[in-house]
C-alpha cells in the first residue's frame, strides 16, 4: 500500500499503558492472575499465547469491556482501581482515549460505511455533522476504501470491513490502540491488506497492543512480545529474541504449534 | 363467583375437546400438504403454497361460519361442533404444515447429502434422517401453535358450541343483575391458566434445544 | 338481487375493518415498544408488570378481551361505544404480542455492537437510541408485519360485539339472500385478497433483510 501516512492528518497524542497487578475470574475460573506489564509511549507490543490463556480478557480490560476483579490500568493520566465504583464520566474518558479494533470488525450494520466513521465523531467529540463526514472521508482515502463510503459494511469484503474499522477508532485521535485478533476472521491474502495499515499506524508512533497469531508482524513490527499461559505472563521481552530462542518450554511448544500451521 | 366458576367450567371440556381434535386433524393434515411443498414438481410446490396462504388468509370465524350456514348438501349439514372441529382443523393443518417445512429449512444441507452419500434412499432420507431431526425443532413452534388453538377454539361460541366463553356469556345473560364481569375475567383467567403449562414447556424445550444445538 | 348487488355494502364493512387494523397496530406497536423496554429493563418495578401485562395479552384469547371490554366493563361503570371497544381490545392484544417480537429483535443484536458502542466511548443513551434500538426494530420487521395480517384477520372478531365491519357485514347479507355459502365465500376471499398478498410481502421482505441489503 502506498497510500502516504494514515496518521499524517492526526493529532498523534499518544500515552503509556500501564497494567499493574490485574486479576479476573469468571466464576470460579481465575482468567488472569496478577498480570502486571507496561506499554511504552509510541511502542507495539504484542500478545501472543494459546486459547484460553487470557490475552483477550486482559485486553479487553484495558478499556473495561471487561471489569478486572483486582489492580489498576492507568492509560495516560486516567487511572481506574479495580472494586472501587466507576464513574460514567472517567470510564467513557477512558475509553474515549483508547481505539479497539475488534476480530469481527463490528461495523454498525445500518449505517453506511461513512456514518460508521462520522457518527461517533459526532457523539464523542462534539463535531458537527460536516466536520466528522471531512475527517472520515479523508480517513478513508487513508485506508484505501473513500469509494466505499456510501455503501453499506455487509457490501465490503472483511478485509475493506476491518479497514474501516480502524478508520473509525482512528476518527476520535485515541492515545493507543488494542486489536484483538485483528485477521483472525480473514483470510491470509485479505489479512495482509490489514496488517499493512497496521505496520504504518506502528510507524507513525502509535500506541499498540496487538493480540495476534501473526508471528511474523509480532517480530517484525513488535517492540515487545509478552507470551500468555493459563491467566499469567509466562514470557516477555524483545520479540526476535523470545523467537530464536524461548526460555519456557511452554512458549517453545506454542510458538512450534503456531509456526507449523 | 363461585356459581359463575363452575358454569364455566362446566364449559372447559368442550374447549379442550375443539382444541385437541382439530390439532390432531392438523398433525395429520400437515403431513400431505408438507409433501406437496416439498415436491419435485414445480407446479404443485406452487398450488400447495397457494392452498396453504389462502387457508390462512381467510379468518377462523370465516372459516367457521362458511363451514357451519353455508355448507347443505342434500339434507347434509355441520352441527355446530362437528363444524367448528373440521374448521380449525383445516386451518390447523395449513399451519403445522409451514412449522413442519421450518423445521426441515433449519437442518444444515450436510444432513441431506450425507444421506445421499451413503445412498439411502428418498424416503428413508426424509422419513428416518430429516423428519427426526425437524420434529426436534419444530416442537416449540408446535406447542406455540397449540397455544394459540386453544385461544382461537373461543371463536366456536360464535357458531353456538356451548365451551367456556359460551358458558360465560350465558351466565352473565341469566344473571344480568349479579354476573358484571366476573365471567368474563373467569374465563379470561381459566384461558391464562391453561396457557401456563404450555408456555413453560415451549420454553423449556427452546433453551434445551438452543443448547444441544 | 344477486350478491354482486352487495358488494358495495360488504365494501363498505372492509374499510371499517382496515380502519380497526391500522388504529390497533398503530397505537399496540407503539404501546408494544414501550412494553418491551420494560420488559428489557433492570429495574424489577419496570420489568415486572410489563411482563405480566403482556403475558395476559397473550394468554387471553381477542374474543374475551373483546367481550370483557365491551361486556364486563359497563358493570363496573365504564361503557364503550363498540368502534371503541374494539379498537381497545384488538390494540391490548396486538400490543402485548408485539413487545414480545420487539424484544426479540432488541435481543438478537449481536453483542460485538454494544462493545464496539461502548469501546468507541458512546454513551448508553446513544448506544441504545442510535445503534441497538434501529437494528432491533429493523430485524423484527418482518415478525410486525406478520402480526399486523393476523390484526386484520382478528378484525372479524369485532363482529361478535356488533361493530359494522366486513364479517358483520357478511352476517347481513347472508341473513337477507340466504345465499350462505356464496356470501362467506366471497368475504373469505375478500380477506385472503388482502392477507394473502400482504403474507407474500412480509417474506419478501425477510428474504431481503436476512441478506443484509440495505
Known sequence: MNAPLITSSLELATAGVEISHLSKSFGSHLVLDDISMSVEPGSVTALIGPSGSGKSTLLRCVNLLETPDAGTVTVGSQTITAGQPVKDRDLLALRRQVGMVFQSFNLFPHFSVLRNVAFPQERVLGRSREEAEARALTLLERVGLKEKAHQHPARCSGGQQQRIAIARALALEPSAMLFDEPTSALDPEVGVEVLAVMRELASAGMTMIVVTHEMQFAREVGDHLVVMADGRIIEEGVPAEIMAAPKEERTRRFLSAVLER | ?213 | MSLVDYLPQLGRGLLLSLQLTALSVLFGYLIGLVLALGAASSKWWLKWPAIVVVEIGRGIPALVVLYLIYFGLPSVGILFESLVAATIGLTFTAAAYSSEMIRAGLQSVPRGQFEAAAALGLARRSTFLRVVLPQGLRSSIPALMGLAIMSFQATSLAYSISVPELMSQAYQVGNLTFQYLGVYAITGLIYAAIAVPATWLSVWVEHRLARGAA
Open chain 2, 1 to 213: 363467583m363461585g356459581d359463575a366458576l363452575v358454569a364455566i367450567l362446566l364449559g372447559l371440556p368442550m374447549t379442550l375437546l375443539v382444541t385437541a381434535a382439530s390439532f390432531a386433524i392438523g398433525l395429520v393434515g400437515g403431513v400431505p400438504l408438507l409433501l406437496g411443498l416439498r415436491s419435485r414438481i414445480r407446479f404443485v410446490r406452487l398450488a400447495v403454497r397457494l392452498v396453504i396462504d389462502l387457508i390462512r388468509g381467510v379468518p377462523p370465524i370465516v372459516w367457521l361460519f362458511l363451514l357451519y350456514f353455508g355448507i347443505a348438501i342434500g339434507s347434509f349439514r355441520f352441527n355446530s361442533l362437528v363444524a367448528a372441529i373440521v374448521g380449525l382443523g383445516v386451518i390447523s393443518s395449513a399451519y403445522l404444515a409451514e412449522i413442519y417445512r421450518g423445521g426441515f429449512a433449519t437442518l444444515p444441507r450436510g444432513q441431506f447429502e450425507a444421506a445421499q452419500a451413503l445412498g439411502l434412499g428418498r424416503a428413508t432420507t426424509l422419513g428416518r434422517v430429516l423428519a427426526p431431526q425437524a420434529l426436534r425443532t419444530a416442537l416449540p413452534s408446535m406447542a406455540t401453535f397449540l397455544l394459540s388453538l386453544l385461544k382461537d377454539s373461543s371463536i366456536a361460541s360464535t357458531i353456538g358450541v356451548t365451551e367456556m366463553v359460551t358458558a360465560a356469556t350465558v351466565f352473565a345473560r341469566q344473571n344480568t343483575a349479579t354476573a358484571g364481569i366476573v365471567p368474563f375475567f373467569l374465563a379470561a383467567a381459566v384461558y391464562f391458566a391453561l396457557s401456563i403449562p404450555v408456555a413453560v414447556f415451549a420454553r423449556r424445550l427452546d433453551t434445551r434445544l438452543r443448547k444441544a444445538l
